[in-house]
């Protein structure tokens, strides 16, 4: 069994900051955990507006709270996001995330990531290796 919470795993490597300064994330659950997919809680910061394309990855989302949007590039239709909100991007859609309010983000991976991922120019993760 693993037990971790979410307040030690914040003063650890496991919080991870965007370099472009729209959110942080921090990994409660990693590939080296052995668990088939990664577990973060994710911070979207108030304002934040940025694209994202996971290209190499699947990912589900469960707001918890705070407010937005998530716009597919495809067809430009937008959803509202609010607490109780979840979204499964399982086409590896494209996709613009807009932050009205701060957003705290419950987010699942497949395959899982190592922990240091940011996203590339593309919007995605790299894949290890």
């Known amino acids: 069994m693993i037990v971790r919470t979410l307040q ?8 991870v900051v965007s370099p472009d300064g729209n959110w942080d994330s921090t990994r409660l659950l990693l590939k080296e955990d052995n668990m088939g997919f990664s577990f ?12 994202m394309h996971y290209q190499n990855h699947l990912e589900s989302v469960y707001c ?25 991007l ?4 494209k996709h613009i995330l807009r932050a009205f309010t701060e957003m705290k983000m419950a987010c699942v991976f497949n395959p899982p990531v190592t922990g240091k991922e ?11 290796g």
């Open 90 to 93: 399982d086409k590896h859609d």
């Open 8 to 15: 030690d795993a914040e003063k650890t490597d496991r919080k």
């Open 118 to 128: 940011v996203h590339n120019a593309e919007g995605a993760y790299e894949l290890e």
């Open 64 to 88: 918890m709270s705070g407010t937005g949007e998530i716009e597919t590039v495809a067809d430009g239709k937008k959803y509202p996001i609010a607490p109780g909100t979840a979204y499964f």
């Open 40 to 51: 973060h809680i994710t911070t979207i910061y108030a304002g934040a507006d940025f694209g």
